[in-house]
């Protein structure tokens, strides 16, 4: 089975109505992710980056243009991680993480052996009995990623996957990604409204302007992998942070504003 695909959109528009009144939520965004590749989208608040997420993932109609999907030999749907985490509270981790495998079929014997790998993999495997409300919010997100990455899709699409959790498991948590990902090289489209957090794990940043979400920018994040998070203290990621920042304020300082 080929484990990677890349993705692409073409002049994908979205129009939501309030009332009578359209509301384009994005007009005219393209993208092109190579497979195995690592891309981060920001921008300001409302401006479609979860939309485009959706749209591209399949949750969300587009109204017009078109999204594609790299050939793979078994079609396998992307994975989503939300922010929220998205276990199921009444189900234990290791049922959590065997879901989606069960949703494609995949025998037991087989879905519990991916299962305990991925759980082992996470950290959790003292925890596989556990419900999440037993679990803290950094556990849980680990149950969530350790899901998506079992399904063996070649595709991840992730919004805001770290937003929930404290500043310290946080960057735990973006150190144990980069470390994942690194093993199995999955096409990732991530939606970040944090400026380090898309430098430190992107190949690529796209910065979306305000609503209607469109791409301005796309940028290519220059420091070599494996990366670690000290990479923040060099001089050039501070550079590249104040570039970004600049590139987003005027649009950020006017979402706030109409908020």
């Avoid at 129009?15 to 891309?39: H, I, K, N, Q, R």
């Avoid at 469109?214 to 670690?228: C, E, L, N």
Wanted: contains cysteine.
């Amino acid at each position: 089975m080929t484990t990677t695909a890349g993705l692409e959109a073409h002049g994908v528009s979205k129009v939501f109505f309030s009332g009578s009144d359209p509301v384009w939520a994005l007009e005219d965004v393209s993208l092109d992710l190579a497979p195995g590749s690592f891309t981060c989208i920001v921008g300001p608040s409302g401006c479609g980056k979860s939309t485009l997420l959706r749209i591209v993932g399949g949750l969300e109609p587009l109204t017009s243009g078109e999204v594609r999907r790299g050939r793979t030999e078994e079609r396998i749907p992307e994975a989503f991680v939300f922010q929220e985490h998205g276990v199921f509270p009444w189900m234990t981790v290791l049922d959590n993480v065997a879901f989606g495998l069960r949703m494609s079929g995949v025998p037991s014997a087989e879905r519990l052996a991916r299962t305990r790998d991925w759980i082992a993999r996470v950290g959790l495997s003292a925890f596989e009995g556990h419900y999440p409300h037993q679990l803290s919010g950094g556990m849980r997100q680990r149950v969530a990623i350790a899901r998506a990455f079992a399904t063996g899709s070649p595709v991840l699409l992730m919004d805001e996957p770290l937003g929930a959790l404290d500043a310290q498991t946080r960057q735990l948590m973006q150190e144990e990604l980069l470390t994942l990902w690194e093993s199995e090289r999955k096409t990732v489209l991530m939606v970040t409204h944090d400026i380090e957090e898309a430098i430190l794990l992107g190949d690529r940043i796209l910065v979306m302007s305000a609503r209607p979400g469109r791409i301005v920018h796309d940028i290519t994040v220059p420091f070599p992998r494996p990366r670690t998070v000290g990479i923040e203290r060099d001089p050039g990621f501070v550079e590249l942070r104040h570039r970004i920042w600049s590139l987003l304020k005027d649009d950020v300082r006017a979402s706030e504003e109409t908020a």
